[in-house]
């Protein structure tokens, strides 16, 4: 992902970033972290509360691997460390939501495999999929979350469309996170196709 499709994403990102400040309750319990994968894996940004995020410019190369396998075991490690479980003493976070974002598919299969089941039992809020573009693979988001959608391009507006709905997804989990249930996603936009 590279030229007009990765300045399309970064400024979906940030327009998105500017919708979430706008709501006081995301302001008020709201972390962010963001980790890029290709033949690299990179905290681009650790976890980090919503009043103090800055946003880094989001850069690929413009060829190799895409290590998905390798990107999940680094999130699953930062989770299991950030994370705070609730118990009768302490008040936990409120679970994570999970948006894996790629134009490809994986390259290291047998690790994507393995960390597949490990990320299910952090019990995020929700995982979403997004697999942009032709060249993008819905069946192995599928193994990880049955919340999968296909952007066909990644032009600015499908990107801006598509991050307006992760903005209103983590609106919607922010007001239900005091409950076990898996959050209620809002209905994507005509952009976004649902992969079923």
């Keep these: 992902m590279n030229g007009e499709p990765i300045q399309a994403l970064n400024n979906a990102l940030s327009g998105m970033i500017s919708s979430l400040r706008t709501d006081a309750q995301a302001s008020e319990t709201l972390w962010i972290s963001i980790i890029t994968f290709d033949r690299e894996i990179n905290i681009v940004s650790p976890l ?13 190369p413009p060829s190799g691997p895409t290590n998905t396998g390798k990107a999940l075991e ?11 479980k609730g118990s009768s003493t302490q008040k936990g976070d409120w ?19 393995d ?3 490990k990320i299910k039992s952090l019990n995020f809020g929700a995982i979403v999929g997004c697999a942009a573009g ?9 193994e990880l979350t049955d919340t ?7 032009d ?12 209103d997804t983590i609106e919607h989990g922010n007001k239900s996170m005091g409950t076990n249930d ?11 196709h649902l992969v079923i």
């Design 156 to 167: 600015s507006t499908t990107l801006k469309q598509f991050f307006k709905w992760v903005s």
């Design 134 to 142: 032709k060249l993008a693979d819905d069946s192995k988001l599928k």
């Design 95 to 113: 679970r994570p939501l999970l948006f894996i974002f790629t134009d490809g598919k994986p390259s290291d299969l047998m690790l994507y495999s």
């Design 148 to 154: 999968v959608v296909h952007l066909e391009t990644a």
């Design 74 to 84: 680094v999130l699953y490690d930062n989770v299991s460390r950030d994370i705070k």
């Design 182 to 192: 898996l959050i209620a996603m809002p209905p994507p936009p005509s952009e976004v």
């Design 115 to 117: 960390m597949t089941p």
């Design 48 to 60: 980090t509360e919503l009043p103090s995020f800055q946003l880094p410019e989001i850069i690929c």
